[in-house]
């Protein structure tokens, strides 16, 4: 039906069409592949942490704890026996089991465990609580959503576009003193994030007092939006630049290379002698081919920033979904740790996601306007 | 050999390829050294601090080395012990009735006043126990009373928490009230101290042993933290315990890898298919939080984090990388003469397949230790570090869980992070340099 229509439009259009679609498979078909990868990632960690079924000892144990005082406070049972009281302790704790599927095989109530986790539907912390005093985990979680994706993006959209201009700028310039520098640089970053961070929180906070230590705003928040807006801000700085500084030399170090071994083809030099401007060169043979290269390897270095952040959150003391690991690990609490490593699975997968579909868009094998760039 | 003849002269070309495998000359050389002083069990021990280990040095001291660079000198730990030559006259009195007086003299000369003062006495006495009376006498010969004690077997006095002596100092912390200079209370009066315990003795035989410790602001050559521990303990076996770590892990998921990819690319069809797909997926599994919780409910050991480090590295992202290595090699001409001798699958992946790009696949590997010695103390920065050993990342821990930062205590975090910024820059400089060096596309770049 679809490709009948196709056929009767002109062919500019058709070939239009023809690309959407593709475009249109490729998403779909990453997605699916995406959405499975998390379906595994959330069925391990519930795997991992349901291992043993030391989960299920200590919910058997807290229904047995909660039924056998339910059964003592109650009025009711009074008169019994404690023969007849325990019986009918037994008889309640074997009903909520059931009524739990805790008596059915792992195997078989794993899959029960998948789709609540998937769907985020925990149930209660067992200690943590959202700063609505929401006891939930889907709430605990979702307040500190907008915490880490604010740093997240920030730092990253700053990242990805200092480090292309950077790295053009680099690559025009190869050989410079600065490009020598940004070389001798990369090395750097070995070091995650939070270790920079730890080095800026000292420079800028202990010693100098320039920037707030951690937090994400003043105690107590200001009352004007615009206020607060700026005191989020200066809060945002210092882990957003540990962020950034972790990672951009060696991002700009590699950026520059492919540049470079993109400069040397065939085409460029051609372009060069049909006298086109420098600058229309760089944006339509240098950048353009490179770019799918370059959201490739920007793809990796998100991957390893995202697992990073939770630490660098830990140092900043950033009220997101990192310091929520933290903060429930200290506290051992189960649901909200299978919570976070549940919503960190989405969050890898959405992000590379979004960069397959970028991909595609800047992929000049596929095209999409049909007229060229 | 004419190889690494070629191969030499290319790495002089290169001085950060000396200058990591210097700053690596140096952590082995650290972590020989730890190994060889302190053993495993020693460490350990050390570490947890129990029984008392730790008593004689004080809480948060800074390293020695400090005084270096300030004018005012910062006091270090003075101990003096009865033991050892100090002036101790014993004369009896009656039957049963004799003194021993023990007089500690020590020289201070610092210009801050000590951290904490304690009293430790130890008693020998059958039925009556020993009673003793203590005082201080400053340099310019002013002279306070302590304290009078009816001694116990083991009997620690902590003069810095007497507030009756504080009281009769006009209000001021012991440690301050009793070295201060009357002229300029801010300031500790030089010269020497002493400190006179006069002990009476109902019983033959009886005795007392006492040593005193001024616990200074500076403490040994890394100083120490809350928990009076030295940190030279931590910031020496760390480095073992990093280089073991990074080590292990890379050299684990580098060879698991490798197979994994020469037999995918060998056997090709279904098998390739499977590798990739389950790539994929590995890909974007978040790694870290599935090791919070393996740390969480299982085991906090480095050892099992090594393995699931290890077990979540098999498939990551290196695989795709030598599958286009192999594809290569795969269509070698040797490769088809392997074939025509009859070779088996395991020989030809093992013998011909793997060897041919092991040299390309060095520099990877050296700048894969890093990140797992990085790994490593991010996890311990989260709570989830090795529960007995101490490392760098415990001692980050610790210095963040007790907000060295805010309280100045940056001996304690840049210590570790020095070390740190050592292993990451030496395997880092080697590696990008070796890049450089093996990977012809880079070559000049």
Redesign the interface.
Known sequence: MVKSLEQSQPDSKNRRFDGLFRVLNYTLVRGV??F???V??VY??IL??N?GG?VDEIRIAQIKEQIGLQVASDEALRDFTLQERREFENRLVQQEIERLNLDKPFALRSFGYLWQGLTLDLGRAEYLQSDSGSAYVRNIIGERLGATLLLFATSQLFLFGVSIIFALFLSRR?GSPLDKLVV?L???????S??IG??L??IF??ILGWLP?GGMVEAPPPQSKLAYALSVIKHLILPASAIVVSSIFSTVYYWR?FF??YSSEDYVDMAKAKGLTSSVIERRYVLRPTLPTIITSFA?TL?SL???S??LE??FSWPGLGRL??QA??L?D?PV??G??VI??YL??VT?FLLDIIYVLVDPRVKLGGNGA | MNLIKNMAAEIKKYPSVIAGLILIAFLVFLAAYALITIPYDEAIKLWRGGDNIWLESPRNARPVWFNYFYRDKKPETIIVRSEENVNKTTTKLAEGLYTSDIVFEFDYQYDDFPSELSLFLTSKAQTARPNVSITWHTPDGREYRMADLTLKPEESYRISQDTRLSRRLGGAVPEIGLFADPENPNKPLKGTYKLVIEGMLFEEGSSIEASFVSYGKVHGLAGTDHRRRDLTVALLWGAPVALAFGFLAAIGSTITTLILAACAVWYGGWVDSIIRRINEVVMILPTLPILIMVGMFYSRSIWVMLGCIIALGIFGSGIMTYRSMFLQVKESGYIEAAKAYGASNARIIFRYMIPKIIPVLIPQFVTMVPSYVFLEASLAVLGLGDPVLPTWGKLLNDAYENGALYTGHYYWVLQPAFLLIIAGLGFALLGFALDRIFNPKLRGL
């Not at chain 1, 990369?186 to 995650?192: I, V």
């Open positions: 592949v995406i499975l990868t998390i595994v990632g391990l960690a991992v942490a291992g030391y190869y001798g990369a090395p750097t970053s070995a070091a995650p939070w270790f730890i080095f929180i000292l906070a202990s230590f290379t470079l071994i990796l991957i995202w697992t990073g939770i630490i830990t140092v690991t933290q690990i200290n051992f189960t740790v299978v976070t490593v960190y699975a890898l997968g590379v």
